[in-house]
């Protein structure tokens, strides 16, 4: 009956020791976070006070940033995502002077190499989440945070990836770009003195009807022809035909080839420069006699190309029921 005291007192004594260092520990790592030598929030670890910060018994959430600052191990990630973390950490010491409980810290291999030999980690950056040990069930498992190779992965995706797995919400602080506005006014008012010195040189060409029906015509050819559509199908420039020759015209309305595209955009070119004659230049001219013989060149023009169109077309799709002499009968 004497014992069950006893053991009651010595369980209590050792959870309140247990708290007690916990409690020395989070001052410990947040008076680090307060007068870190680097980026403000941010505790600069070594092997030993990484030990500490993912030791058992622990009352609080660190996000640990594996990396290899040093110019000799080449890593261009861990350069470029420095500063997205060293923002992370600020903004979180801004809004939680004394870390409430999260912890943003950083292990360099150059001070950190039995850790990373430990883990057996061989490439950088590595980002992990080591849970509060109060956490529940798995808490002694550490998260990893998945980098996209291809880009800088933003401060703020961290931010909700941290805010998923925690309690903890981080909101990003970024500080003010005046850099980026300077360069917007600067070219704002760049773009404005430029524009009114070369008005007076710009504005015949600005003003010009025949410039801007080139440029419809010539982007109208485009659409129509089917450039668009070769972007964005990749379609092949020449396939290999029936026998091993080439066939530059694809089988089926739905379907084209890049040399069929060309040559249909030419076929309209023509087309549309000869209606542009005929409406235009040869109702100008003096000489009647030269004026019959032009007109009727162009409607030659006219008719061959359209009967050479409607063959494209009867070539695409052996059921178009449609001809024009002389190319088709």
Same mark, same amino acid.
């Given at each position: 009956?004497?014992?069950?005291?006893?053991?009651?007192?010595?369980?209590?004594?050792?959870?309140?020791? =247990?708290?007690?260092?916990?409690?020395?520990?989070?001052?410990? *790592?947040?008076?680090?976070?307060?007068?870190?030598?680097?980026?403000?929030?941010?505790?600069?670890?070594? &092997?030993?006070? $990484?030990?500490?910060?993912?030791?058992?018994?622990?009352? $609080?959430?660190?996000?640990?940033?594996?990396?290899?600052? &040093?110019?000799?191990?080449?890593?261009?990630?861990?350069?470029? $995502? /420095?500063?997205?973390?060293?923002?992370?950490?600020? %903004?979180?010491?801004?809004?939680?002077?004394?870390?409430? +409980?999260?912890?943003?810290?950083?292990?360099?291999?150059?001070?950190?190499? /039995?850790? *990373?030999?430990? !883990?057996?980690?061989?490439?950088?950056?590595?980002?992990?989440?080591?849970?509060?040990?109060?956490?529940?069930?798995? %808490?002694? /498992?550490?998260?990893?945070?998945?980098?996209?190779?291809?880009?800088?992965?933003?401060?703020?995706?961290?931010?909700?990836?941290?805010?998923?797995?925690?309690?903890?919400?981080?909101?990003?602080?970024?500080?003010?770009?005046?850099?980026?506005?300077? %360069?917007?006014? #600067?070219?704002?008012? #760049?773009?404005?003195?430029?524009?009114?010195?070369?008005?007076?040189?710009?504005?015949?060409?600005?003003?010009?009807?025949? !410039?801007?029906?080139?440029?419809?015509?010539?982007?109208?050819?485009? *659409?129509?022809?089917?450039?668009?559509?070769?972007?964005?199908?990749?379609?092949?420039? =020449?396939?290999?035909?029936? +026998?091993? #020759?080439?066939?530059?015209?694809?089988?089926?309305?739905?379907?084209?080839?890049?040399?069929?595209?060309?040559?249909?955009?030419?076929?309209?070119?023509?087309?549309?420069?000869?209606?542009?004659?005929?409406?235009?230049?040869?109702?100008?001219?003096? %000489?009647? +006699?030269?004026?019959?013989?032009?007109?009727?060149?162009?409607?030659?023009?006219?008719?061959?190309?359209?009967?050479? !169109?409607?063959?494209?077309?009867?070539?695409?799709?052996?059921?178009?029921?449609? *001809?024009?002499?002389?190319?088709?009968?």
């Amino acid at each position: 009956m004497r014992l069950l005291p006893l053991l009651t007192a010595f369980t209590s004594l050792l959870s309140l020791t =247990v708290a007690q260092k916990s409690t020395n520990k989070h001052q410990t *790592f947040a008076d680090l976070a307060s007068s870190s030598k680097g980026s403000k929030g941010v505790v600069l670890l070594n &092997d030993q006070l $990484f030990g500490d910060l993912t030791g058992p018994n622990r009352n $609080f959430t660190s996000v640990v940033l594996f990396t290899a600052l &040093d110019a000799r191990f080449g890593c261009v990630l861990c350069r470029d $995502f /420095q500063p997205e973390f060293d923002l992370l950490g600020n %903004s979180w010491h801004k809004e939680h002077p004394k870390s409430d +409980g999260l912890f943003f810290t950083i292990l360099d291999f150059s001070v950190g190499k /039995q850790t *990373f030999q430990r !883990l057996g980690m061989s490439t950088a950056p590595i980002l992990m989440l080591f849970p509060s040990s109060n956490a529940g069930p798995g %808490s002694d /498992q550490p998260i990893k945070f998945d980098f996209n190779p291809s880009d800088i992965t933003p401060a703020e995706a961290v931010a909700r990836w941290v805010t998923a797995h925690t309690k903890h919400t981080v909101t990003i602080h970024r500080p003010f770009n005046y850099v980026k506005l300077f %360069s917007f006014i #600067g070219g704002i008012i #760049g773009t404005a003195t430029l524009s009114k010195l070369a008005y007076p040189y710009l504005a015949p060409a600005l003003f010009s009807r025949n !410039l801007w029906a080139a440029i419809s015509l010539v982007s109208v050819l485009l *659409f129509t022809s089917g450039h668009m559509f070769n972007h964005i199908r990749k379609v092949p420039y =020449v396939v290999q035909g029936r +026998g091993g #020759g080439v066939s530059y015209i694809a089988s089926g309305f739905s379907n084209q080839l890049g040399l069929e595209t060309q040559i249909i955009a030419v076929v309209y070119a023509v087309l549309a420069f000869s209606a542009i004659a005929l409406c235009l230049k040869m109702p100008r001219m003096e %000489s009647s +006699g030269k004026q019959k013989i032009a007109v009727m060149a162009w409607n030659l023009v006219l008719l061959v190309l359209f009967s050479f !169109l409607m063959s494209i077309f009867k070539m695409k799709n052996g059921a178009y029921p449609f *001809f024009l002499p002389p190319l088709i009968a």
